[in-house]
């Protein structure tokens, strides 16, 4: 079976989730022998190979700006995946759900995986959330199926459009942790001896308001940033401007430096006010961290009964809350193996890519009735 992968950046991953899904999903079903064909974005893919882990690149441009680069990317790619004759498109983001109406009068097998409720975040102004919404209503009405990786996004698009999605969690590794004396040395930090943030500077993370509560905690614990967010300055400078010498903002860290990141803090914790399943929190959870949490819906799933939360906004409430995890580390320790254990049973990579094999198996098996389910209310 051929399977076309559309509407991501590409593979090896290096910046969100769907990216980490394509590759981990991808080589394991390569690895049963289907081929997986996954359309990159030639700025964003560094590497020469046409092939990466069993799976086939094509690297096509785009224009690259904040609200042309993915649909561009998209059009060059479906036109190619449908001339190459795909047995099923698998889109990733709800933008992309335009395109579901000429590929069904194509009579073509279609998938989507859908973002968390996008138009929420602040980074889109009023005419673009405005599409975004429009297109969460074409992805339930057009596609074959459609993917959620989170109950919480799925309660919302039943109540909303009365038709059920497909449920695939989003994954994580299971790394060993690492020592990393030089890159905590690169960055001032020791081992348990920080609190840790990962994912991109923008308002609706909520790290104005980790920054402001870690302010008034009485510790001498460091807590390290990482991140940053190009596209909007004048929000990074305002966390910088904060007068915390305890604070460190380490920019972008990929690689052994971030595995070294991870393996070692006392804390992550996950302010977010908008969010999906996040890859950074269940990563950190994979590495046994215990993480403290926004009591956001999405959030409060991911971590089960394998962390902590506090009231979203409030930086109180999460300065009681990280008051009191730093003077009680045995507790810590405990739900940093509570967090990892979760991680092996709900967010397993193996279990992900069987389902998501299972619903390929059951799209391509079906007749080509050109039905639309779902409504809009």
């Known amino acids: 079976m051929k399977i076309a992968i559309l509407g991501t950046r590409g593979i090896p991953a290096s910046y969100s989730g769907f990216e980490t899904a394509v590759e981990r999903v991808g080589e394991r079903l390569a690895q049963k022998g289907y081929d997986i064909v996954v359309y990159c974005r030639t700025h964003n893919v560094r590497i020469e190979d046409d092939t990466y882990k069993g799976m086939r690149l094509v690297k096509l ?5 904040k609200y042309l680069d993915t649909l561009s990317h998209s059009f060059l790619s479906l036109l190619h995946a449908v001339t190459h004759r795909a047995d099923i498109i698998h889109l990733y983001g709800v933008g992309n759900s335009i395109f579901l109406i000429p590929l069904r009068l194509l009579r073509r097998k279609i998938i989507i995986s859908v973002d968390a409720l996008d138009w929420q ?34 309660r919302y698009y039943i109540q909303t459009y009365d038709k059920e999605p497909v449920y695939i969690a989003y994954g994580a590794d299971m790394p060993q942790t690492t020592a990393g004396e030089g890159t905590l040395a690169e960055f001032d930090l020791e081992p348990r001896g920080y609190v840790l943030f990962v994912g991109r500077l923008v308002p609706e993370k909520g790290v104005h308001h980790l920054v402001k509560a870690f302010e008034m905690v009485d510790t001498d614990l460091k807590l390290a ?69 926004s009591d956001i819906p999405e959030n409060l799933e991911t971590i089960g009964n394998a962390g902590f939360s506090f009231e979203s906004g409030n930086p ?36 992900i890519a069987e389902d998501t094999e299972r619903l390929y198996l059951a799209v391509a098996a079906r007749d080509q009735a050109p039905e639309a389910g779902g409504r809009d209310r």
């Open 61 to 65: 441009p785009s224009v690259n700006n």
């Open 121 to 154: 975040r602040k980074k889109w102004n009023r005419f673009a959330a405005f599409c975004l919404r429009t297109s969460a209503g074409l992805a339930v009405r057009f596609a074959h199926e459609y993917i959620v990786d989170s109950q919480t996004v799925a």
């Open 225 to 293: 940033i990482v991140g940053d967010n190009p596209h909007d300055r004048p929000y990074v400078e305002s966390l910088k401007a904060t007068k915390d010498p305890r604070i460190r903002f380490l920019g972008f860290v990929y690689g052994e430096r971030y595995q070294h990141l991870c393996s070692n803090a006392y804390l992550y914790v996950q302010p977010s006010e908008v969010e999906g399943t996040s890859p950074s929190l269940l990563g950190a959870m994979g590495y046994g961290n215990c993480v403290l949490v």
């Open 316 to 351: 109180l409430s999460l300065k009681e809350r990280l008051a009191s995890l730093i003077t009680h580390p045995q507790m810590v320790n405990e739900y940093g193996r509570k967090a990892k254990a979760r991680v092996q049973q709900v967010y397993n990579w193996d279990r």
